[in-house]
């Protein structure tokens, strides 16, 4: 009973062991593709505002100065709502990744439900031996 026990000890620990490492990459890669997303972004930002504070320095009167706020505003907008988009479209397809792995990964099948099933009766067994 106890090796059966430990078996079935062992076999959940491993599965166990193998979704946090699998959860550990999946963590990770998110991470990754975020902050190179967030890097480009933030350099699309600062060329943006760059070429403003351009607009600005040349810009003649307060027609001028309002045009290019203007114009920055609308940008700035455009590039938020742009990210945001991105943003949602990469972790959409990380979670769509992520979902199709562990679908297809036969280790996340293999610890069904007949090892738990196992551990249980080994536990009611060795708790009727005890009782006994």
Sequence with gaps: MTSAFSETLTT???SFAKMIDWNRSLVEKTLRTTREESLRFINRRLERNA?????????????GLIAAEQDWLICAARDYVEGTEKFG????????????????????????????????????????????
Excluded: C, M, Y
Excluded at 51 to 63: A, N, V, W
């Design 51 to 63: 070429k403003t504070l351009e607009s600005l320095r040349d810009s003649q009167g307060l027609s």
């Design 89 to 132: 479209e990469i972790l959409l397809e990380l979670a769509a990744n992520g979902a199709r792995e562990a679908a297809t990964d036969e280790s996340f099948r293999a610890v069904g439900p007949e090892p738990v099933s196992r551990a249980r009766r080994v536990v009611e067994s060795s708790e009727r031996q005890a009782a006994e």
């Design 12 to 14: 959940l620990n491993g």
